[in-house]
């Protein structure tokens, strides 16, 4: 029997969501949670605290490295006699590329330093695993290294993947080529490569453009949880891990964020609900409560449309930006598109649709790693518990969690600095 969605589509790391700003919860709820979860939570300098308990992410992480690692080496020992034969090892093959990247860049978003061309060669990074072999003792790779390598298994693996997926194309639970594109647009954002990005997310939305209008798509159940699973917007499918500090029950949105959604905004409705007056997001890409964190064809859009304004095309920016948009909006005679006086006038309108667009989709977090290098998109945090403020200024060293302890004691590598 085959193991459809686990362990390579699930329990992404999570832990920049939760320092990412988009929430708050009570000082009762606060008190209630993990040490991890009030650490993340007001951003303290040692997350893990006193009596560390092995949290799951990193080592869940690397488990899959490893996992993708043991298939790589696996599959170079099979030689393919017939053309379906070498179908299905190019996709096993491009799979295990594709996750070994997809991991590798999920670690680097809240363990190593954000991208930056003018200090990568000489940042720490994290492990770069490209063995099973468990002799072979993990040292901290630059991050210029750590993300060439991403970007080389994307590539490869963008080269073995088909189009559409042989098996288990209901579910998308598989990576494709669409995926892998996807994959190195969102990598090249990251880096603040505009012109890279644009490349790959016009050539995942050549692929799959689909896009849902959510005037058209009905509840599919009961209750809140609406947004249907596997959607046509879905590229590929990913669980992120799970914390209770985030679960609707727990977590209140930002209310001014909360009121930037337009009355005529069918996200408003469809995906938050109001508690006692306060907002709750209660619906994303998984039907239910659980994060989504995979690839899905509205991040595609708002990619080519940031980095289209980016490089000067406000015109071909806008169109992205209104083509989504037009599938957002109340179909009740409102909608005007959206307009621009410049290129850097559509970027900042682009950047507030992506913002509540990918809400608690783990993309926020990253998102304030690289913006916060421009004054202009710079952010400052701020949280209140028990009556004491905290705040995370942009680039702080914060923003770079530690490396947990049993790691650091197992293989001497040196810590992130706080």
């Known amino acids: 029997m085959r193991n459809t969605s686990a362990p390579f589509n699930t329990s992404t790391i999570v832990l920049g969501e939760i320092g990412a700003g988009d929430f708050y919860v009570s000082n009762s709820i606060w008190a209630s949670k993990t040490t991890l979860e009030r650490n993340l939570y007001i951003w303290t300098s040692d997350i893990f605290g006193q009596g560390y308990v092995d949290d799951p992410?990193?080592?869940?992480?690397?488990?899959?490295?490893?996992?993708?690692?043991?298939?790589?080496?696996?599959?170079?020992?099979?030689?393919?006699?017939?053309?379906s034969e070498q179908i299905e090892w190019n996709q096993v093959k491009g799979s295990a590329l594709f996750f070994r990247a997809y991991r590798h860049f999920d670690v680097a978003q809240v363990f190593?330093?954000?991208?930056?061309?003018?200090?990568?060669?000489?940042?720490?990074?994290?492990?770069?695993?490209?063995?099973?072999?468990?002799?072979?003792?993990?040292?901290?790779?630059?991050?210029?290294?750590?993300?060439?390598?991403?970007?080389?298994?994307l590539k490869t693996a963008a080269a073995l993947l088909p189009v559409d997926k042989p098996i288990d194309i209901?579910?998308?639970?598989?990576?494709?080529?669409?995926?892998?594109?996807?994959?190195?647009?969102?990598?090249?954002?990251?880096?603040?490569?505009?012109d890279s990005s644009l490349f790959y997310a016009d050539k995942a939305l050549q692929l799959h453009n689909k896009l849902m209008d959510y005037n058209l798509s009905p509840p599919i159940l009961s209750g809140v949880f609406r947004m249907p699973r596997f959607n046509d917007e879905v590229i590929l499918n990913m669980t992120a891990g799970s914390y209770l500090i985030l679960a609707p029950s727990q977590s209140i949105v930002d209310s001014n964020f909360y009121r930037s959604y337009n009355v005529n905004?069918?996200?408003?409705?469809?995906?938050?609900?109001?508690?006692g007056g306060a907002p709750r997001l209660v619906n994303s890409y998984l039907q239910n409560g659980d994060l989504f964190s995979?690839?899905?064809?509205?991040?595609?859009?708002?990619?080519?449309?940031?980095?289209?304004?980016?490089?000067g095309n406000k015109d071909a920016a806008l169109t992205d930006l209104n083509t989504l948009m037009v599938k957002r909006w109340s179909n009740n005679g409102t909608w005007t598109p959206f307009t621009a006086?410049?290129?850097?006038?559509?970027?900042q309108i682009i950047l507030n649709e992506r913002r509540k667009e990918l809400v608690f989709r783990c993309l926020r977090w990253t998102d304030l790693r690289r913006l916060n290098m421009e004054s202009q998109f710079a952010t400052t945090l701020i949280r209140v518990i028990n009556g004491q403020t905290y705040t995370l200024p942009p680039n702080s060293p914060l923003y770079t969690l530690p490396i947990p302890p049993d790691v650091i004691i197992l293989t001497g590598m040196e810590q992130n600095p706080r």
């Open 341 to 347: 006086t410049d290129a850097n006038n559509a970027l």
């Open 57 to 83: 992410a990193w080592g869940y992480a690397y488990n899959n490295i490893l996992y993708s690692n043991v298939i790589l080496e696996g599959i170079e020992k099979i030689k393919p006699l017939t053309n």
């Open 294 to 311: 995979g690839l899905a064809t509205d991040e595609m859009y708002l990619i080519r449309a940031e980095c289209s304004a980016r490089l």
């Open 112 to 153: 190593c330093k954000p991208y930056n061309n003018s200090t990568a060669n000489s940042d720490a990074g994290i492990p770069l695993r490209l063995t099973s072999y468990y002799s072979v003792v993990s040292t901290r790779a630059s991050v210029e290294n750590i993300y060439s390598q991403i970007l080389s298994d």
């Open 170 to 194: 209901k579910y998308k639970l598989r990576p494709t080529k669409t995926a892998a594109y996807g994959m190195l647009a969102r990598v090249y954002l990251s880096m603040r490569k505009y």
């Open 265 to 275: 905004d069918k996200r408003q409705s469809l995906f938050y609900l109001l508690s």
